[in-house]
């Protein structure tokens, strides 16, 4: 959303709702930050934060909404843009705030997945001015549940400047990056790599795996191939010259929880898509990220949890990797410019 209001933040206000009693971040956009109660504290243990996120979202569900309802009536809008996210998005969906007003909602994910629900996701489908999807798989699936509605995609994009030519040559190991918190789902994914990529070393290879943001994974310790680990930034020009370095940007997606990977294109993808290496796609074969990639060609793809065709698809890669990095640049251009993304948003 940032990068959608880039040049307009003076006339954006933004109030969202938090679980954490912290301070707005300091920035171009002024920032309302409304603290769900019972806020999360560092003492609490899973059992207390499951507990404290029962009473969060459904006994005390009421004093939050009424919370950024009397936030919401001092504020002077034309626009009132939605995220449909969490327990709190129906939260202005009346008279009250919508009323003469022009209503957009943003639809990034299924509510399954969001902890939304389906009244207040269609509540806000049905009476949305303009409804912003992610995917065209999304957008369908909405319509099948919520009513045949007009919607328009709006995606994460990547600017001209971000989209690096695709590297040529390889010096020294192969490096594969990876950037992101590794939830559990995601294990079984990289138990797989590791082997992988020990085979293909034991064949005479040699790889760097490089993870940023990650916490360490006890499964990759005395491996055949080097791991690196780094810490989190937000500096985006050292994660961009990462990805520009990188040989194999890796592209892990879930097996578990159809409503996300059914409906959701990873922002990491659309990301990836702009670095100078080539994508390695991990995942579901039906999953809207794999669909798009490979559709142009623009990633090897792996949609098992079996080595060998992990394997075949790493071999794959190195063999065409100039050529899947070139596809993936022409779908950036084609289907996420920021600056074609942007202009739709705000006409």
């Known amino acids: 959303m940032r990068r959608l209001y880039e040049g307009n933040e003076a006339n954006v206000i933004s109030v969202s709702t938090s679980a954490y009693d912290s301070p707005p971040t300091t920035g171009s956009i002024d920032e309302i930050i409304i603290v769900a109660a019972p806020a999360v504290r560092n003492w609490m243990r899973w059992i207390v934060r499951d507990i404290a996120i029962w009473l969060r979202e459904r006994v005390l569900k009421r004093l939050t909404v009424r919370r950024v309802q009397q936030c919401v009536s001092k504020l002077d809008y034309d626009v009132l843009h939605v995220m449909s996210h969490g327990p709190y998005s129906a939260a202005l969906c ?67 400047d971000e989209i690096s030519a695709p590297s040529t040559t390889i010096t020294g190991p192969v490096t594969i990056y990876f950037a992101g918190l ?17 085979k293909l070393t034991n064949d005479g290879s040699s790889f760097k795996l490089i993870l940023r943001a990650t916490q360490n994974i006890d499964f990759l310790n005395n491996r055949l191939f080097e791991v690196e680990y780094k810490p989190m930034t937000l500096n985006d020009k050292e994660l961009k010259d990462e990805l520009d370095a990188a040989d194999i940007l890796y592209l892990p997606i879930k097996f578990t929880v159809p409503d996300f ?85 705000w006409q």
């Open 94 to 160: 009346d008279d009250r705030f919508c009323k003469g007003k022009q209503l957009w909602v943003s639809f990034h994910d299924h509510f399954s997945t969001t902890h939304s629900n389906f009244e207040d996701t269609r509540l806000l489908w049905r009476n949305a001015n303009r409804r912003l999807l992610i995917s065209d798989e999304l957008g369908r699936e909405y319509q099948r549940l919520f009513g045949n509605e007009p919607y328009t995609l709006i995606t994460d994009g990547v600017t001209a």
């Open 261 to 345: 990977y059914l409906y959701s294109l990873s922002t990491k993808m659309v990301g990836y898509l702009g670095g100078s290496g080539a994508i390695l796609y991990h995942g579901p074969a039906d999953s809207a990220a794999c669909k798009r990639l490979l559709a142009r060609n623009a990633a090897a793809v792996c949609t098992t949890l079996n080595v060998d065709e992990l394997v075949d698809a790493i071999t794959g890669l190195l063999k065409q990797k100039q050529d899947i990095s070139a596809n993936a640049k022409q779908l950036a251009f084609d289907e996420f410019s920021m600056e074609t993304i942007r202009r739709q948003f």
């Open 182 to 198: 590794l939830h559990l789902e995601y294990r079984s994914l990289f138990a797989v790599l590791a082997d992988a990529l020990d």
